[in-house]
């Protein structure tokens, strides 16, 4: 019985606290940009960014553990704010099963990079803690033609 308590108050806590990543609040870390994927790929080519993406469901408890510790995360906001334009969409609403059928989605989160045109570079199913996710990030821009950073950073 305590165990079950336990692991209810562990889900209810991860809940509750990544409430306002998903509500818009403003949270350091990424900084999600705020409008819908058409806009962003024509924001992507702008800024001559890749386009990463959080594919993520309301109910999911790994997406929220991953907004609430890994996407605030000081070294991951500060390579993903500066190579990618970011953006954080709920599969099951608005544009999300469009984006889930053209990325083929099928379990959350999933974490996608793509070039300004869309088109997928790499993708990751799972939570990840902050390294791997800029591990993660750095292969995407290596991956990318003509976006390869200097091996140093």
């Known amino acids: 019985m305590k165990a079950k308590f336990t692991v209810g108050l562990f889900v209810a806590f991860i809940s509750f606290g990544a409430t306002s990543y998903r509500s818009g609040e403003t949270i350091s870390g990424i900084n999600f940009y705020q409008g819908t994927y058409k806009q962003a790929l024509e ?4 800024q001559n960014k890749l ?3 959080d ?5 999911c ?16 906001a500060e390579y993903f704010n500066e190579h990618f ?16 059928s053209k990325y083929k989605v099928t379990h959350f989160p999933t974490l996608i990079i793509t070039d300004e045109n869309g088109s997928r570079i790499t993708f990751t199913v799972g939570y990840i803690q902050p390294d791997d996710m800029l ?11 003509g976006k390869q950073e200097a091996k140093d950073k």
């Open 43 to 46: 924001e992507a080519k702008k």
């Open 135 to 145: 591990g993660f990030g750095k292969y995407g821009v290596q991956k990318a033609p």
């Open 61 to 76: 408890g790994p997406c929220k553990l991953l907004a609430k510790s890994t996407f605030t995360d000081k070294n991951v």
């Open 51 to 53: 386009i990463f993406i």
């Open 85 to 100: 334009i970011n953006l954080s969409v709920d599969m099951e609403k608005g544009e999300g099963p469009m984006l889930a």
């Open 55 to 59: 594919a993520y469901a309301s109910w």
